[in-house]
């Protein structure tokens, strides 16, 4: 199956969790030794439109395309694949043994019940200043009994958080962590757009459109410490279709030491910054990982990755205080 065809159906397909197997037989397409060339010294190796030895018939529009939208060229590209292979994409969540957390688990109960407040940080939520909120305050019209729960540890450190959202269809996800020691919880990631989704503990991935998928690694205290965005824009220039491919210099942009003959490849795009042209090949590619993570996570994946559903509150604080 062409990427392009999967990577629609992984975008319109877009959701927390799901219950189905991946096959095991499932293959990706190998990098071609082509694209792995040295990128020492001076770029002379282009694998873009030559434009002096177009062809006659090749529509000015096209030729004022490509000089706009250039493509990497195969040096450019050897960086950028050498940037995405130390970028780990999967991760897997470990499954978390209930009877062992049981103090935990009631002091979560303690906040559903609305006995403690949640720290949330200036930069969350969109708000002005960092503040304490009661768990009907942080989600509005909360009963506990309506909504499902996730006992996970989502940020990677070794302990449980737990994940929130409405027993509903594409509703809002929200992740407390508890310090014990301070006896404090802390709302560390919220996702409050329907398209976006954990794909493993520390990464989300979101799917804008029809032809953009994003990949964010998070830090333990929930900010972005790697974004990577892929996207596909298709278009009709004199009755061909011409597909523009780009991938960006993962953010932050300035922990690359990027060359200085790929700073003149970099082309202007709404998208993002530092967004470069790839070939359909190139970005199977670099597309392949993050594509891994999100087809095994909406197809049922491996043991280990996200549950298919997550606990009712019976089924969590059961065995709680209530």
């Known amino acids: 199956m062409k990427l392009t065809l999967v990577l629609g159906v992984v975008l319109l397909s877009s959701f927390l ?3 189905c197997s991946l096959s095991d ?3 990706f397409q190998e990098v071609d030794d082509s694209y792995c060339l040295q990128y020492n010294g001076t770029d002379s190796s282009h694998n873009n439109l030559d434009i002096d030895n177009a062809e006659n018939e090749t529509s000015t529009k096209l030729i004022e395309f490509n000089l706009k939208f250039p493509f990497v060229s195969n040096m450019g590209f050897g960086f950028l694949q050498d940037v995405y292979s130390n970028i780990d994409f999967i991760a897997d969540f470990i499954n978390v043994d209930k009877e062992q957390c049981k103090q935990l688990i009631d002091n979560f109960y303690r906040l559903i019940m609305g006995e403690a407040p949640i720290y949330v940080r200036e930069d969350m939520l969109d708000r002005a200043t960092s503040q304490d909120l009661y768990i009907h305050e942080l989600i509005h019209y909360f009963a506990p009994h309506s909504f499902i729960y996730y006992f996970l540890d989502f940020n990677g450190d070794g302990n449980p958080d737990l994940g929130i959202r409405h027993n509903s269809p594409a509703s809002n996800v929200y992740v407390i962590k508890y310090n014990a020691e301070e006896d404090r919880f802390t709302l560390w990631y919220s996702i409050i757009a329907t398209s976006e989704i954990f794909i493993g503990p520390q990464r989300v991935s979101w799917s ?17 410490e790697t974004y990577i965005i892929f996207s596909i824009e298709e278009f009709a220039i004199d009755d061909e279709d011409v597909r523009l491919n780009l991938v960006n210099i993962p953010y932050p942009f300035e922990n690359h030491n990027i060359p200085e003959y790929l700073v003149s490849q970099i082309v202007d ?3 993002g910054d530092y967004m470069l042209r790839v070939t359909d090949e190139q970005f199977d590619v670099l597309f392949r990982d993050l594509l891994f993570a999100r087809t095994s996570l909406l197809l049922g994946g491996f043991e280990g990755r996200i549950p298919s559903h997550g606990h009712t509150f019976g089924e969590l604080f059961g065995g709680g205080n209530n």
């Open 17 to 19: 969790f799901a219950s």
């Open 25 to 27: 037989d499932t293959t």
């Open 208 to 224: 804008g459109g029809s032809l953009i998928v994003d990949f964010s690694l998070l830090g333990v205290d929930g900010s972005i």
């Open 269 to 271: 795009s709404w998208v």
